[in-house]
């Protein structure tokens, strides 16, 4: 992206957010209908954007989810079985309820263009 499609993120509570990202001005169709299912069931633990939250949950704008190193599945798996801890010190994640396997495609494809958004492919 150009840097005309582009804003920075400023967290909405400093204190907490874990990293400080660049959020598209626009999103594809799928990622504004994952955005909406994010916000409804992942950001209160993984913060506004998946910033994440000091001592709560991890960024998922980060390198270490980039798709080379946890693929899509692993999203789809985190959230219907849970995951237990292994590159954060949060604990374990639980399951998360009330999603669908197409809600999480479009969880990743929102996740996925902030990635990229920020250099992560």
Not at 14 to 19: D, E, K, R
Not at 29 to 38: D, P, R, Y
Not at 81 to 91: C, I, S
Not at 109 to 115: G, K, P, S
Request: net charge negative.
């Amino acid at each position: 992206m150009d840097s005309d499609s582009q804003v920075a993120q400023v967290p909405e509570d400093p204190t907490t957010a874990i990293v400080e990202i660049i959020v598209p001005v626009s999103l594809s169709a799928n990622a504004h209908a994952g955005k909406t299912a994010f916000e409804a069931k992942c950001s209160t633990c993984h913060g506004i954007n998946a910033v994440g939250q000091t001592d709560v949950a991890p960024p998922l704008v980060h390198k270490i989810y980039e798709p080379s190193h946890h693929a899509d599945e692993s999203f789809q798996r985190a959230v219907s079985l849970g995951v237990r801890q292994h590159h954060w010190p949060f604990g374990n994640m639980p399951p998360v309820e009330g999603l669908t396997r197409g809600d999480v495609t479009m969880i990743i494809a929102y996740v996925r263009e902030l990635q990229r958004a920020n250099g992560i492919n």
